[in-house]
């Protein structure tokens, strides 16, 4: 029977000799698609290690689909689905031969043309692993994942190495497979770009906390309300004078024409038109500027508050 909350965390501890891996790491997960987003070192392969029983927290507790990860981990790992950062296969396998000796090493009960299916690899049943493109192995990755037919999968850096095809098809797949299976997943990563398009919840981990937890639209809502990104000809030009506004907390050149301000709250038309009649006072053409609401801009927000 699926439970409500999925995966709940709270005041977990891990170190590692002097090093804080996981520093009193609180949060929860509930039926969907959840991000779990960090700089590196900011503890989330750990946390991952302890989830799945892997290694053992020095405090807290941490449960997965209700079961405590100390004593009931063996029941965990039946009942999830994982696909590690570097997985390594036979490339001499064929990837359905591949995933039927799988299923066999772990009595599964899924049938390998099912997943292949679902994650559209069918008609790569009959090739060779080693011949098949990165995008296409990681979505092999996520076929042995479901293997057990979970009820929740941990994808660890999922789309790392992958270009833009191989990234695009994966992230359809994950979300193929939550839509027509109901299967969770928590995605390790930090291309937030990415996870922007799919997840429902997102939460931020930085030096081994939990700093921010909560629905996506809510964290951008929140952290990247007051955002701007203005694309202009001149933009150390604009950026000077921006920081000289009284509506302006902050302003940065982010790009080759970019500058990013943050703003003080107020009327949204007023805010641009004075930015524009600066920019057009000082010779400056803009070429677009918009609200910079994205999962990046939050991100970027809280750290620089950490």
Avoid: W
Avoid at 47 to 66: F, H, T
Avoid at 120 to 127: F, I, S, Y
Avoid at 149 to 167: A, C, H, I
């Amino acid at each position: 029977m699926m439970t409500k909350e999925i995966l709940s965390v709270s005041d977990l501890t891990k170190r590692f000799g002097n090093i804080v891996a996981l520093d009193r790491l609180t949060l929860s997960m509930s039926h969907g698609i959840f991000g779990l987003i960090g700089p590196n070192g900011a503890g989330k392969t750990t946390l991952l290690r302890v989830l799945l029983g892997l290694i053992k927290a020095d405090g807290g507790e941490a449960k997965v689909l209700g079961l405590d990860v100390n004593d009931e981990s063996f029941d965990i790992r039946r009942r999830v689905g994982v696909l590690h950062e570097h997985p390594i296969y036979p490339p001499s396998l064929t990837a359905g031969r591949y995933l039927e000796r799988v299923s066999r090493l772990y009595d599964a009960r899924g049938d390998p043309s099912e997943l292949l299916e679902l994650v559209g690899l069918l008609d790569a049943k009959q090739r060779k692993i080693g011949d098949l493109s990165a995008g296409m192995r990681q979505r092999l990755g996520v076929a042995q994942a479901l293997i057990g037919k979970p009820e929740l999968v941990f994808l660890d850096e999922p789309t790392s190495n992958l270009d833009v095809m191989g990234r695009t098809e994966l992230l359809r797949t994950i979300l193929h497979v939550h839509e027509s299976a109901g299967v969770s997943f928590c995605i390790i990563s930090h291309v937030l770009s990415e996870l922007e398009r799919i997840c429902s919840d997102v939460a931020f981990i930085n030096a081994g906390r939990a700093v921010v937890v909560g629905p996506l639209h809510e964290v951008v809502s929140k952290f990247a309300a007051n955002q701007y990104s203005i694309v202009v000809s001149n933009p150390r030009l604009l950026c000077a004078e921006l920081k000289n506004m009284d509506c302006v907390v902050s302003a940065e050149v982010s790009g080759i024409k970019t500058v990013t301000a943050i703003v003080r709250a107020g009327d949204d038309e007023l805010i641009q038109s004075e930015i524009e009649r600066l920019a057009k006072l000082k010779g400056v053409e803009i070429y677009q500027i918009a609200k910079a609401s994205s999962l990046e801009q939050a991100f970027l927000e809280v750290m620089r508050s950490e």
